[in-house]
């Protein structure tokens, strides 16, 4: 949640995340309850968002607005709209809710209410918010400071930021870091590049050097086995009985002869 807050007053996360702010006077936008609180017509607050130049973001949304695809339209979830203005107010049962609702990509939340599916729509950070000064006035007391604990929520206190200057180039050209880094290689170096094995054949050689006699075997034995199932294919055409080998005749024979001995052995020791 307050990393969600600390962005979105962060003009470049904001434009990042989309939204039209070019013509802000600034970012956080706080306007004062007096002028927010008496809007109850759409027409005002669209008058209101006119004047601090915030109706651009407005104009986005309902440029933006498209039928959703699937069954999501029977759903009472017809349309897609992006997300616009955030308006976090204070007071209670304010007439402004109404005024609001209307707009596309508007939004209204109290600020002790605020989530981050609103600060932080899909997990990216950076929505423009607009805030009454009585609801951005109540942050610190909502949160606290660096400096003092919460008084809304027991036991809360202030993150602290991980990083005193977030400024990453002005840190490594400092002359402490500098300093202590190694100096630059030379330019000019060619990088050798590592040959995968299993692509590259002289590299798969180089490891291999029985590799080129394995291809030139598997190569004959599969033209020997095309030249052997060609003939067996031609013989069948033409109708000549195909000619068996000696060597498998003998293997075939003598495969019988054993299998008749053990059947017979087997017949006599039922027998008894």
């Known amino acids: 949640m307050t990393s969600s807050l600390a962005a979105s007053a962060v003009p470049a996360l904001v434009m990042?995340?989309?939204?039209?702010?070019?013509?802000?006077?600034?970012?956080?936008?706080?306007?004062?309850?007096k002028v927010i609180d008496n809007i109850d017509k759409a027409s005002k607050a669209v008058a209101l968002l006119k004047a601090i130049n915030a109706y651009d973001d407005v104009e986005k949304c309902k440029d933006t607005k498209t039928m959703r695809a699937g069954k999501g339209k029977a759903r009472n979830r017809r349309y897609i709209v992006r997300r616009g203005p955030l308006i976090v107010?204070?007071?209670?049962?304010?007439?402004?809710?109404?005024?609001f609702r209307n707009l596309p990509g508007v939004e209204v939340c109290n600020?002790?209410?605020?989530?981050?599916?609103?600060?932080?729509?899909?997990?990216?950070?950076?929505?423009?918010?607009?805030?009454?000064?009585?609801?951005?006035?109540?942050?610190?007391?909502?949160?606290?400071?660096?400096?003092?604990?919460?008084?809304?929520?027991?036991?809360?206190r202030l993150p602290r930021p991980l990083m005193a200057n977030p400024d990453l180039n002005r840190i490594i050209d400092s002359q402490e870091i500098q300093?202590?880094?190694?100096?630059?290689?030379?330019?000019?170096?060619?990088?050798?590049?590592?040959?995968?094995?299993?692509?590259?054949?002289?590299?798969?050689?180089?490891?291999?050097?029985?590799?080129?006699?394995?291809?030139?075997?598997?190569?004959?034995?599969?033209?020997?086995?095309?030249?052997k199932k060609a003939a067996l294919v031609q013989q069948k055409r033409t109708g000549a009985a195909p000619k068996k080998d000696?060597?498998?005749?003998a293997r075939n024979k003598a495969v019988n002869?054993?299998?008749?001995?053990?059947?017979k052995d087997f017949a006599a020791f039922i027998s008894k």
Do not use: C
């Open 16 to 33: 990042a995340r989309g939204h039209r702010v070019e013509q802000l006077p600034e970012v956080p936008l706080v306007v004062d309850n």
């Open 89 to 99: 107010y204070n007071q209670e049962n304010s007439p402004m809710l109404k005024a």
């Open 111 to 156: 600020v002790a209410r605020m989530n981050v599916l609103q600060l932080a729509p899909g997990g990216h950070i950076g929505r423009f918010v607009i805030w009454t000064r009585d609801a951005f006035e109540k942050l610190d007391s909502l949160y606290g400071t660096y400096n003092k604990v919460s008084q809304l929520k027991k036991d809360y």
């Open 179 to 227: 300093s202590a880094i190694r100096p630059a290689k030379e330019t000019g170096s060619v990088a050798i590049l590592k040959k995968n094995a299993l692509v590259n054949v002289g590299a798969r050689n180089a490891l291999n050097p029985y590799y080129p006699t394995l291809v030139r075997n598997r190569k004959n034995q599969q033209k020997a086995t095309a030249k």
């Open 246 to 249: 000696a060597k498998t005749v």
């Open 257 to 263: 002869t054993r299998l008749n001995k053990q059947r």
